[in-house]
């Protein structure tokens, strides 16, 4: 790709924004999915925050419990419309015999896959500003100030370690059908012991190593980090950046792993 | 047999030469050669697991060779190179598209990838799916999907088109209506690989065809003369009327064998023409009455069955390539 000419590359970058033209009907068309991983984290998000509304985490210093679990459900709304929604959806393409399709035409594979990650991040974008805005709005979400370099360096991580994971999950999903089903059972229980619904600060030590291994925890401190009064004027985690910057490592590796599995060959 | 020996490499759209493909110890293609010039449909026919589709997908670049030589459009498929998918159409057998899009999105979606491109909304047209063209691709029936796939093929104006199975899994008057469709794309002046288990099929589109069994051509020609059809001794049938003539009366045929079942009465003979003449003269000349009367030449359906059957008939032959 090294002597593309400056022309082929222009129209290429055309093509890359009509292709997530083409990406974004196609979320927003299939309800059940776009229910699934963007209005089901704000339905969490609504019943949640309301509950603890005005109440306080004694056990962090008695900041309010809103701004702990709204940063937390932003990272499991984060992690649904990233790794859920590629994960399903591309194994659904490929069952479907549509990237095989997409290999037979003009298309680099660079531009479809670009433009499959530049959707995704639109609607990441989309839900991390409905979240964060709603939370200031309704329940009184304390934006930190001068946090917003380290809240972006934490989303961008984030989002980069579930959207290369999502699409490198694909190989271990066998078929459609068990996608979501597979995903789920991967994500969910992680989620529990991961700083998302409540605190685990107190959990035993072998589910917070198991925790601490994982992304999920990562990002949703990372995130909470930011929004915790008591951490102003040092406004990144860095353990917890740490811990995204190699899982963002892992999924470039498995994300052009399944990318570079021709798809014409049933062997 | 091979009419295409004098193209030159201009026009020669693709070119094999004695292609081989393994799966582990499984050989599905073994040592295939032949030539696909400018303009012509080429039908590769043969009964499933023949190895037609592992041809067609190395010759569209989704599969890898084990040996041999290959070229589409003068270049290498198994380069993945950009300028060949700029220039050929896929119809491949069980492909789907992006379900939640419409027909004239996807024809759009699928043009824009091309830097020659045909207007949408012809192509749509030519498919017969104007009336279909804002529904999401998810609620097609497998007829209008198979012809969405062709759309999509041709949106890009391909100077080759290959089609792997397309009417499979039709009813006969969707099948015509493809068949209709492919001809119009001879008309112009597109090269069409085709491969096909139906003999009819290749019958009326084929301007070549190769007959495949496991993994090798085992003839090759024009459907008219396929398996040396054309010299094939033709079958002239008639039934005696009943009484007075026995079919002992019947005058000698020009090149004839004759068998007779009771009252019915099949000749076999090189000589079709002047036999019938001979006979019908007598016939008309003695008042006899004959019955039933035909004269038939072996179709391609029997060429193609005794050439893919059990192997009793040692009709194999060597594909023939310049």
């Known amino acids: ?267 | 047999m091979n009419s295409d020996q004098h193209h030159s490499t201009r026009d020669r759209v693709i070119e094999v030469r004695g292609l081989r493909r393994s799966y582990g110890d499984i050989e599905a293609v073994r040592g295939v050669s032949f030539e696909v010039a400018r303009g012509e449909v080429f039908c590769l026919l043969g009964p499933n697991g023949a190895g037609k589709t592992t041809i067609v997908e190395i010759l569209e670049g989704y599969r890898s060779r084990t040996s041999g030589e290959a070229t589409v459009l003068g270049l290498d498929p198994a380069s993945g190179s950009r300028a060949l998918h700029e220039r050929v159409g896929i119809v491949l057998q069980q492909c789907g598209v992006q379900p939640d899009l419409t027909v004239s999105e996807l024809v759009e979606m699928y043009g824009r990838y091309h830097v020659r491109q045909r207007s949408v909304d012809e192509v749509i047209d030519l498919v017969e799916l104007s009336e279909k063209r804002d529904e999401r691709a998810k609620q097609l029936s497998g007829g209008q999907r198979r012809r969405l796939d062709l759309a999509i093929a041709l949106v890009g104006d391909p100077d080759l088109i290959f089609l792997d199975e397309p009417t499979t899994g039709f009813d006969p008057a969707a099948r015509r209506a493809a068949w209709s469709a492919i001809k119009s794309l001879c008309e112009l002046g597109k090269t069409i690989f085709l491969t096909t288990h139906f003999m009819d099929e290749a019958q009326f589109l084929a301007d070549h065809v190769a007959v495949m069994r496991d993994g090798q051509i085992i003839a090759s020609g024009r459907p008219e003369d396929l398996g040396g059809r054309d010299l094939r001794p033709a079958e002239i049938r008639f039934t005696l009327p009943a009484g007075g003539v026995s079919a002992a009366d019947v005058p000698a045929l020009p090149g004839e064998q004759r068998s007779v079942q009771g009252d019915r009465v099949i000749v076999t003979t090189r000589e079709p023409v002047r036999a019938a003449q001979v006979l019908t003269t007598w016939a008309v000349d003695n008042a006899v009455d004959l019955g039933h009367f035909s004269v038939t030449q072996p179709t391609l359906e029997d060429i193609y069955l005794e050439l893919t059957g059990s192997g009793d008939h040692n009709q194999t032959r060597e594909e023939q390539s310049a």
Not at chain 1, 98 to 103: A, D, T
Not at chain 1, 131 to 160: K, N, R, S, Y
Not at chain 1, 212 to 227: H, N, R, T, Y
């Open chain 1, 1 to 267: 790709m090294s002597t593309v000419p400056h022309s082929t590359l222009r129209r290429d970058l055309g093509l890359v924004s009509w292709q997530i033209r083409y990406e974004q009907r196609s979320y927003w068309r299939n309800r059940g999915r776009a229910f699934f991983t963007f209005a089901f984290p704000l339905m969490f998000l609504v019943i949640f925050a309301s509950i603890d509304k005005g109440s306080h985490i004694a056990s962090r210093g008695g900041i309010p419990y809103d701004d702990f679990f709204i940063p937390g459900i932003l990272a499991y709304a984060i992690i649904a419309t990233t790794f859920t929604n590629l994960a399903i959806s591309t194994a659904i393409l490929q069952e479907a015999g549509v990237l095989k399709r997409m290999q037979g035409t003009p298309l680099p594979r660079w531009a479809y896959v670009s433009a499959r990650i530049g959707s995704t991040c639109l609607i990441t974008l989309a839900i991390t500003v409905v979240v964060l805005v709603a939370g200031v709005a309704l329940w009184g979400l304390h934006f930190p100030a001068g946090g917003l370099p380290g809240l972006i360096i934490t989303l961008v991580l984030g989002t980069a370690a579930f959207t290369t994971l999502g699409i490198g999950m694909t190989r271990f999903i066998p078929n459609a059908d068990s996608g979501p089903v597979l995903v789920n059972l991967l994500i969910l229980p992680i989620t529990f012991i991961s700083n998302i619904w409540f605190p685990t600060d107190n959990l035993p030590g072998v589910l917070k190593t198991i925790a601490s291994i994982f992304p999920l925890k990562a990002l949703a401190s990372g995130l909470q980090w930011v929004f915790d009064p008591r951490h102003h004027g040092t406004p990144l985690d860095g353990d917890s950046v740490k811990i995204l910057a190699i899982w963002t490592a892992i999924g470039i590796w498995l994300m052009i792993k399944f990318l570079r599995r021709p798809q014409g060959e049933v062997v």
